[in-house]
């Protein structure tokens, strides 16, 4: 069984670029989240998609933005980014959407905005 | 506005004794919770969690203990051992959108003295 896998790594971007990280989700899971990291913090949710649609989202802007594929892997686009942005991003992957169930996370991906 | 909180940023303990980590929250609409631990560069790794119908939910050395009318819950960690030292994270989510994302706190990090 694979785990949730995160790419890349590591980003450095630049402020007012834009930044596409990807996330594969692990086996059987149809369910995935995304969450920043700033540093010192606990992770904030950022959205969840279920079933290539999404499925609820916390307190970010616009420019945050994702997709899901039909094979559940998912994509968070950030536009226009900014200093603050920088964190660490992690997806996490559960088998089902509004179930009791725990959600397995990646490895993250470390974003540094210049 | 911060739901869940974790007090205590850091914890020694020495091999073998108990860790007692803990973790409070605001929101009287959650209704399960759970703990992560993280080593550095990796992603959250899900530990146990605990539905707000039980007080207590018991795993091999960790045991969740939840206490409703505190909004107050603890892992007890017995023993601790070196491999526990690790930053843990306790998270909450509440039923209604559909969307079971996680509040996390902002962690305690453990240490377990040789």
């Known amino acids: 069984e694979t785990g949730v896998t995160q790419s890349p790594t590591h980003l450095i971007k630049t402020r007012g670029q834009q930044v596409t990280l990807r996330c594969s989700s692990q086996?059987?899971?149809?369910?995935v989240s995304w969450y920043q990291q700033a540093l010192g913090q606990g992770p904030q949710f950022i959205f969840q998609?279920?079933?290539?649609?999404?499925?609820g989202r916390g307190n970010f802007p616009p420019r945050f933005s994702g997709l899901q594929f039909p094979n559940y892997s998912s994509e968070l686009n950030v536009n226009a980014l900014e200093l603050d942005d920088s964190a660490l991003y992690l997806c996490?992957?559960?088998?089902?959407?509004?179930?009791?169930?725990?959600?397995?996370f990646g490895p993250g991906t470390r974003l540094t905005v210049l | 506005d911060q739901q869940v909180k974790q007090n205590s940023p850091s914890l020694s303990v020495q091999e073998g004794r108990i860790s007692i980590l803990n973790c409070d929250y605001t929101?009287?609409?959650?209704?399960?919770f759970l703990w992560y631990k993280k080593y550095p560069a990796e992603g959250p790794t899900f530990l146990i969690s605990?539905?707000?119908?039980?007080d207590k939910n018991e795993d091999g050395r960790f045991t969740v203990f939840l206490n409703k009318s505190a909004k107050h819950l603890s892992l007890h960690i017995v023993p601790s051992q070196p491999g526990d030292s690790a930053v843990y994270f306790c998270?909450?989510?509440?039923?209604?959108?559909?969307?079971?994302?996680?509040?996390f706190g902002t962690g305690t990090r453990l240490k377990v003295l040789a």
């Open positions: 996490a992957s559960s088998s089902t959407s509004g179930g009791l169930d725990e959600q397995f």
């Open positions: 086996s059987g899971h149809n369910t």
């Open positions: 998609y279920y079933r290539e649609e999404e499925n």
């Open positions: 929101n009287s609409m959650f209704d399960y």
């Open positions: 605990i539905s707000s119908i039980k």
């Open positions: 998270a909450a989510s509440a039923p209604g959108s559909g969307t079971y994302k996680y509040i």
